[in-house]
């Protein structure tokens, strides 16, 4: 099968190139700076051609806007929801019009208005505190109504070894400062980049998602706050010189509330594809592991 992974440059980008090397599929990676095949998604007809001659038969979409809180500058509005939403209707209509598949990452900030205190199911309404959460919102939408086979995989928290992420921020702070604040009242569960990578290479790789289209939840097993999810960096880091406080948001004002309470049912997705996740704490040791080789 040729499979196509656009934004290939980011984390989960990465983390699909390495997983790629070890599969009997063949995969294109594109994105819009150097280094790699350029593919522009918000351009339907510059889609439709790239499909057409590598014969692509599923494309997993790792593009995206991710910066919070700048999508809530007006100026930028149109082209968040471009990127968010446009880009992966066109995907799915090119999909759509070769009979093949769509993966598509989504976030668990499609939630986050109403209080609940449950693990959130993939068919719990979208109530998104920010343009981000709206426009991947409106993404999930389009893909749907398009008709083509698709599977929208929601996660959270994603970290790696690359780009710019919490894991790596917080390996620097508490390296270089005495003392740090990070919010206890903000709850979910971390995602490394590379599990999920591996998820999404077994459901592709097994042909599994032949008559199951639908909205799955991904992220790593288990339950931590910001502040736990610090103490456990700085504890495989062997970083224990800064001391780490706990603190509340209100104490970091932001654009956007983010959700107070974001756990993902992974339930349907281990059911379904036979996934299994990894606890996240295992996990976060070796993302610190291989950066610490790097």
């Given at each position: 099968m040729?499979?196509l992974?656009?934004?290939?440059n ?7 190139q ?21 593919l ?10 790239y499909i057409?001659k590598?014969n692509?038969?599923?494309i997993v979409n790792?593009a995206?806007?991710?910066n919070?809180?700048?999508a809530e ?7 968040v929801e471009t990127?968010n939403?446009?880009?992966p209707e ?5 999909m759509?019009?070769v ?9 668990d900030?499609?939630f986050?208005k109403?209080p609940y205190n ?8 979208g109530?998104?505190t ?9 993404g999930?939408?389009k893909?749907i109504?398009?008709?083509c086979n698709?599977?929208?995989i ?6 790696s ?15 270089t400062?005495?003392?740090?604040k990070?919010?206890?009242d903000q709850v979910?569960t971390p995602t490394?980049a590379?599990?999920l990578?591996?998820a999404i ?6 042909r599994s998602f032949?008559?199951?289209s ?6 790593n097993?288990g339950?931590?706050?910001w502040?736990?999810?610090t ?8 970083q224990?010189?800064c001391n780490?406080?706990p603190?509340?948001s209100?104490e970091?004002?932001s654009p ?7 756990v993902?049912d992974?339930t349907k997705?281990?059911e ?16 610190i592991e ?5």
């Open positions: 040729n499979i992974v656009t934004g290939a980011g984390q989960l980008g990465n983390e699909m390495i997983c790629a090397k070890g599969s009997r599929d063949n995969y294109f990676f594109t994105d819009v700076c150097e280094g790699y095949e350029h522009d998604i918000t351009d339907l007809a510059a889609v439709r051609e057409r590598n692509i038969e599923a790792c995206a806007w991710t919070v809180d700048g500058d007006p100026s930028k509005y149109e082209l990127l939403a446009t880009a066109n995907l799915a209509i090119a759509k019009e009979e093949g598949l769509l993966v598509h990452i989504s976030t900030y499609v986050g109403e449950t693990p959130c199911k993939e068919d719990q309404t109530t998104p920010g343009v981000y959460g709206l426009t991947k919102l409106h999930e939408q893909i109504a398009t008709g698709y599977v929208i929601r996660t959270a928290w994603l970290y070894e690359f780009g710019k992420n919490f894991c790596k921020t917080m390996l620097g702070l508490t390296a400062k005495p003392e740090l990070v919010v206890f979910g490394y590379l599990d990578a591996t290479c077994k459901i592709v790789s097994e032949v008559g199951n639908g909205i799955y939840h991904f992220s097993e339950v931590c706050s502040y736990d999810f103490k456990m960096i700085q504890f495989f880091s062997g224990t010189d780490v406080l603190c509340h209100s970091f004002p956007v509330t983010r959700p107070a309470y974001s993902l992974k997705i281990k379904t594809f036979g996934v299994e996740v990894p606890y996240w704490t295992d996990s976060l040791m070796k993302c291989r950066l610490k080789e790097d």
